[in-house]
Nanobody, 126 residues
Framework: RVQLVESGGGSVQAGGSLRLSCVAS????????MGWFRQAPGKEREGIAA???????RYADSVRGRFAISRDNAKNTLFLQMNSLKPEDTAMYYC????????????????????WGQGTQVTVSS
């Protein structure tokens, strides 16, 4: 059974940092594209970062230069380092997985992903 479990969320002040983790099980993690998504109240879920098995990454304009996605295939874990956080980053953050091919640019649309975690809340105060 596929499981994705996020952790690392919390409350921080603007300008602060958080590191999210997503531990995967039930599938061959190293062969999947992985993504981070977020959803604020009243807004649609948006893709903010994605990473392929071959390390190509993609970022939304809103987080590029502040967030960094990475993965540790030996530990079946996906990370999102978030720096210079802003109040508008407040949202529920989700990790997601989908099958992938080496060298693809990883997709960032929610509809492109098959498996989802339950999310971790990030709140940034001004």
């Amino acid at each position: 059974r596929v499981q994705l479990v996020e952790s690392g969320g919390g409350s921080v002040q603007a300008g602060g940092s958080l590191r999210l983790s997503c531990v995967a099980s039930g599938f061959t993690f190293s062969t999947y594209c992985m993504g981070w998504f977020r959803q604020a109240p009243g807004k649609e879920r948006e893709g903010i970062a994605a990473i392929n098995i071959g390390r190509p990454t993609r970022y939304a304009d809103s987080v590029r230069g502040r967030f960094a996605i990475s993965r540790d295939n030996a530990k079946n874990t996906l990370f999102l380092q978030m720096n210079s956080l802003k109040p508008e980053d407040t949202a529920m953050y989700y990790c997601a997985a989908r099958g992938c091919s080496f060298g693809w640019m990883p997709p960032t649309l929610p509809a492109d992903y098959n498996y989802w975690g339950q999310g971790t809340q990030v709140t940034v105060s001004s």
